[in-house]
């Protein structure tokens, strides 16, 4: 997704420049990138399996595949400059650009930064931090210029709020609670709101619930507008950021990004099992910033997430120092800095 935001700002800005979007065919870019008017190119490329460690037997022949069809791409585009936004797919484009000397810029989204940018960060020109605080543990080359740019995201328009609560029907006078677990869910959280639900009937609080798709008819019964509505999947996600008090979600850093842009306090509950607990550091940046509250899964229950949600729908002033706060991280002009960027490096 921050490929094709930056992608976008390209075409808005340059609609002359051709944009080749590039993934793995095995990554979820194989079903988004034929949806997308762009050209793009999918690449034999796996992950570096760090549990299942004997998967990884396959990776001498699949290098040699991989660099054959790397090299066969820049040869054939003969780019003028190379960005990787992360996955297992931009590693090696990045790296086969700047090897033959290709402008290239990394744009990491995450406060841990990911394999691809801690191996390619003294090789390339330029990196794009979505946060500042990955710039520390990031070992950079000497021609290399790090840039604290923020995540790519469209950016919040508050004209939109009226409209969204017309949309969903809400009560001007009531809190909003957005839930959310990324556009796949999240099963523990969808079970712990579930049954606080079930047990705090009439909280007080609207609830938009974004249950992701894979659980959504586990929990479409609580769907009792306009107290309480349940959408398997929330589209355009702006609407709920833009009517929302306080959010429940995952770490996932271009959620984030959005809540902060949009000034949305938050308690964030990190997906344990992702790469490399990249999550947690995410949720606990935002948490020292004073715009969210951190809440490991390990601790998640019913009873611990409605101490949590009660404590703060009854702080109106906390809410509002907490928004002030995701502000302060917010970063809605993203995008124009890296188009900055691109500018230069491409010129």
Same mark, same amino acid.
């Given at each position: 997704?921050?490929?094709?935001?930056?992608?976008?700002?390209?075409?808005?800005?340059?609609?002359?420049?051709?944009?080749?979007?590039?993934?793995?065919?095995?990554?979820?870019?194989?079903?988004?990138?034929?949806?997308?008017?762009?050209?793009?190119?999918?690449?034999?490329?796996?992950?570096?399996? %760090?549990?299942?460690?004997?998967?990884?037997?396959?990776?001498?022949?699949?290098?040699?595949?991989?660099?054959?069809?790397?090299?066969?791409?820049?040869?054939?585009?003969?780019?003028?400059?190379?960005?990787?936004?992360?996955?297992?797919?931009?590693?090696?484009?990045?790296?086969?650009?700047?090897?033959?000397?290709?402008?290239?810029?990394?744009?990491?989204?995450?406060?841990?930064?990911?394999?691809?940018?801690?191996?390619?960060?003294?090789?390339?020109?330029?990196?794009?931090?979505?946060?500042?605080?990955?710039?520390?543990?990031? @070992?950079?080359?000497? @021609?290399?210029?790090?840039?604290?740019?923020?995540?790519?995201?469209?950016?919040?328009?508050?004209?939109?709020?009226?409209?969204? %609560?017309? %949309?969903?029907?809400?009560?001007?006078? @009531? =809190?909003?609670?957005?839930?959310?677990?990324?556009?796949?869910?999240?099963?523990?959280?969808?079970?712990?709101?579930?049954?606080?639900?079930?047990?705090?009937?009439?909280?007080?609080?609207?609830?938009?619930?974004?249950?992701?798709?894979?659980?959504?008819?586990?929990?479409?019964?609580?769907?009792?507008?306009?107290?309480?509505?349940?959408?398997?999947?929330?589209?355009?996600?702006?609407?709920?950021?833009?009517?929302?008090?306080?959010?429940?979600?995952?770490?996932?850093?271009?959620?984030?990004?959005?809540?902060?842009?949009?000034?949305?306090?938050?308690?964030?509950?990190?997906?344990?099992?992702?790469?490399?607990?990249?999550?947690?550091?995410?949720?606990?940046?935002?948490?020292?910033?004073?715009?969210?509250?951190?809440?490991?899964?390990?601790?998640?229950?019913?009873?611990?997430?409605?101490?949590?949600?009660?404590?703060?729908?009854?702080? =109106?002033?906390?809410?509002?120092?907490?928004?002030?706060?995701?502000?302060?991280?917010?970063?809605?002009?993203?995008?124009?800095?890296?188009?900055?960027?691109?500018?230069?490096?491409?010129?």
């Amino acid at each position: 997704m921050p490929a094709l935001a930056i992608a976008d700002a390209i075409r808005r800005h340059h609609p002359d420049w051709r944009v080749v979007l590039v993934g793995a065919s095995r990554g979820v870019e194989s079903a988004i990138l034929p949806t997308r008017d762009y050209p793009y190119e999918l690449l034999p490329a796996e992950p570096i399996y %760090r549990r299942q460690w004997w998967k990884n037997v396959r990776w001498p022949l699949l290098a040699v595949r991989l660099a054959r069809a790397v090299d066969r791409l820049l040869d054939r585009e003969q780019p003028a400059l190379v960005i990787g936004t992360g996955g297992y797919a931009a590693g090696p484009v990045v790296w086969r650009a700047a090897r033959r000397g290709i402008p290239t810029a990394i744009q990491e989204q995450n406060a841990y930064p990911g394999l691809s940018t801690r191996l390619l960060a003294r090789r390339v020109r330029e990196v794009w931090l979505g946060v500042p605080e990955a710039r520390a543990l990031l @070992k950079i080359g000497v @021609k290399t210029s790090v840039i604290d740019t923020g995540n790519a995201i469209a950016p919040p328009d508050p004209g939109r709020r009226d409209a969204a %609560r017309w %949309r969903f029907g809400l009560d001007p006078w @009531k =809190p909003v609670l957005l839930v959310t677990g990324g556009s796949q869910g999240a099963l523990a959280i969808n079970q712990a709101v579930g049954t606080w639900l079930e047990r705090e009937r009439g909280t007080g609080v609207q609830v938009i619930w974004a249950t992701g798709k894979a659980t959504y008819s586990q929990f479409q019964r609580f769907h009792r507008p306009p107290d309480v509505q349940v959408f398997d999947f929330l589209d355009p996600m702006a609407d709920a950021y833009a009517v929302a008090q306080l959010a429940v979600s995952r770490g996932g850093m271009m959620t984030l990004a959005e809540l902060c842009a949009w000034g949305v306090p938050s308690v964030l509950i990190p997906l344990p099992t992702a790469a490399a607990d990249h999550q947690t550091p995410n949720a606990m940046v935002l948490a020292d910033a004073g715009a969210a509250i951190h809440l490991p899964q390990s601790e998640l229950t019913p009873d611990r997430l409605g101490e949590v949600l009660g404590g703060l729908l009854r702080s =109106p002033g906390r809410l509002d120092q907490m928004a002030q706060a995701a502000l302060g991280r917010g970063r809605p002009d993203a995008v124009e800095r890296i188009m900055e960027r691109i500018g230069v490096l491409s010129g």
